[in-house]
């Protein structure tokens, strides 16, 4: 791997290295973000922020008073009108999205860095400790699965089967029921970013420079592509075809089924998070702090300089797109589809 000069990006790769051993990890965050038809939900820092996605009204705050608690994944949506987020501090919390009154419901031993999934009535939650867990939604345990390593990638759910990215080098499949193992993968690197599902096949990025296909009944490489960097973000997939970025700021377009390089584009930062796939084109943002869209042939529209570094995948809100950043100043700032500002949620005081 080439060396890497971004800060943010260091201190996440050396809590890797620095304490695999441990599973505690150190992480530096920016906002995770969730969004449902009127809300928005934004994990950050000290608190799980509700807006309205209209115009960035606050709505709540949890939890109402600043604590020690710090907050980084979007928080999931579950059943009943509540979300699921974990902290820093090593605990998942159930949140009412109404009044934003919440509680603890289970303590691990690690981070939770990763955002919860929720399939039925069991939240599938993997942590910082290398475990990932099953619990229903008063917290009681219904099973666990330890990996060899930190555990900072979502996992995915697909026909009762969980599908779990390590930085062990794993790609792990997992009966929902029991937590019993089907098969894993060796991906070549460690795996932080999210998984893909598409046409019979699992899609991810690795930290040892590839985009990598795995089939997704028996775990055999369909096919591996080397990039020019790590691949941190999970790719995204419109069409046939798969979109991602790298660490040294080059963006790709393959085809799915063979991995070709149909064509590629060039920034001038680090692209950490996974592109937003819309009707206007690509959204990706980079380290460097802009907000890029191409369209699908590789072609720039515009690259909009925004304030703060920017390292989340873009969300889309209706009409606007939505870029959580580290400014000082800003949590969220709210786009129209020509990159113009339609609101913020400042930072709290």
Same mark, same amino acid.
């Given at each position: ?8 990006i ?5 809590? *890797? ?12 965050? &920016?906002p ?35 604590g020690?608690m ?28 109404k /009044? ?5 419901? *289970? ?21 910082? @400790? ?14 666990? *699965? ?6 900072? $990638? ?13 930085? @062990? ?8 029921? /029991? ?50 960097n790590?691949?941190? $973000? ?6 046939? *075809?798969?979109?991602?970025g790298d ?15 149909? &064509?590629?584009?060039? /920034? ?20 460097? #702090? ?25 969300v889309? $809100? ?7 950043? /580290? ?11 020509? #990159?113009?500002?339609?609101w913020?949620?400042?930072?709290p005081?």
């Amino acid at each position: 791997m080439k060396k890497l000069t971004i800060p943010i990006i260091t201190i996440l790769l050396a809590a *890797f290295f620095l304490s695999g051993c441990t599973g505690a990890g150190i992480a530096t965050s &920016w906002p995770g973000i969730t969004v449902t038809e009127d809300t928005v939900y934004t994990a950050y820092t000290q608190g799980v922020y509700a807006v309205s996605a209209a115009n960035g009204s606050p709505l709540w705050h949890y939890p109402d008073k600043a604590g020690k608690m710090t907050f980084f994944a979007a928080p999931a949506l579950a059943p009943d009108d509540q979300l699921i987020v974990g902290d820093y501090s090593n605990s998942l919390h159930v949140i009412d999205t109404k /009044t934003g009154t919440g509680r603890s419901i *289970f303590t691990a031993e690690g981070k939770w860095i990763a955002q919860p999934i929720v399939d039925g009535d069991i939240i599938y939650a993997a942590n910082a @400790d290398r475990i990932l867990y099953a619990i229903d939604m008063n917290g009681n345990l219904k099973w666990k *699965f330890e990996t060899g390593s930190l555990l900072w $990638s979502n996992p995915m759910v697909i026909d009762g089967i969980v599908y779990l990215g390590a930085m @062990d080098h794993y790609l792990y499949a997992l009966d929902a029921k /029991t937590g019993q193992q089907v098969w894993k993968a060796d991906a070549g690197g460690a795996i932080i970013g999210n998984l893909v599902n598409a046409n019979g096949s699992i899609f991810l990025g690795t930290m040892a420079n590839e985009a990598v296909s795995i089939n997704k009944t028996d775990g055999k490489i369909n096919w591996r592509f080397t990039a020019g960097n790590a691949v941190w $973000s999970g790719p995204a997939i419109k069409d046939g *075809f798969l979109y991602f970025g790298d660490l040294d700021g080059n963006f790709y377009a393959l085809t799915e089924s063979d991995r070709k390089l149909l &064509w590629q584009y060039k /920034t001038d930062g680090a692209i950490v998070g996974t592109p937003l796939l819309t009707d206007a084109g690509i959204f990706f943002t980079v380290e460097n #702090g802009n907000l890029v869209l191409l369209d699908y042939t590789g072609k720039l529209i515009y690259s909009k300089t925004l304030n703060g570094k920017l390292y989340g995948t873009p969300v889309v $809100s209706g009409e606007q797109i939505l870029v959580g950043t /580290t400014d000082k100043e800003k949590i969220l700032i709210a786009l129209d589809s020509n #990159g113009n500002q339609v609101w913020v949620l400042p930072q709290p005081k």
